[in-house]
């Protein structure tokens, strides 16, 4: 498991004021998803399926998201040329190697949604709408499990 100072620190933080869509809700609303999705950064890789690095983002979710979002968003994709010398679409393989891209790519995925972040002190909403978005009905997180996984990660 990571170290959830240095991963908000310098992970999570710096990514977000880059992209310029930083708040308390998008930094907790990350960890959250951190925390079920790799069991904080544990996995790099989906065991049993295609999902890869510490946001568990699958290949072909990585791909759509540059192809019918980022290439439209002109601000992204100058963040992305800037920051991460993505003048193409990067490999997906990329999610597991380079912690600040891939939690670019999972900031971007929740900034598609035209819903509003929950509040960041708010585990129940952050919850729901992890679920609702990121996990989905297709996906195995339950909420008891989900929130233990998170509690786990950010007292270190």
């Known amino acids: ?3 959830i100072t240095q991963f ?5 933080q710096p990514i977000l004021r880059s992209l310029v869509l930083d708040s308390a809700a998008a930094e907790e609303l990350l960890v ?13 890789k989906q065991v049993e ?8 983002m699958e290949p072909e979710t990585h791909t759509y998201i540059w192809q019918n979002y980022i290439l439209n968003q002109n601000h992204l994709r100058l963040a ?17 190697w380079d912690l600040h891209y891939a ?3 999972a ?12 509040p960041a ?15 989905t009905f297709k996906g195995s997180a339950q909420k008891d499990s989900a929130v233990e996984n998170y509690q786990r990660f950010v007292s270190g």
Not at 49 to 56: E, H, S
Not at 107 to 114: E, G, N
Not at 126 to 132: L, N
Request: glycine share 6%.
């Open 1 to 3: 498991m990571i170290n």
């Open 8 to 12: 908000r620190q310098l992970i999570v």
């Open 32 to 44: 959250f998803t951190c925390a079920n999705e790799s069991l904080g950064g544990t996995y790099l």
């Open 49 to 56: 399926g295609p999902a890869l690095g510490i946001y568990q």
């Open 80 to 96: 992305l040329i800037t920051n991460f010398s993505c003048h193409n679409i990067p490999i997906p393989d990329r999610l597991i």
């Open 103 to 105: 939690t670019a790519m």
């Open 107 to 118: 900031r971007i995925f929740y900034a598609r949604i035209p819903e509003a972040l929950p």
């Open 121 to 135: 002190s708010d585990i129940d909403a952050i919850w729901s709408y992890y679920k609702r978005h990121y996990n």
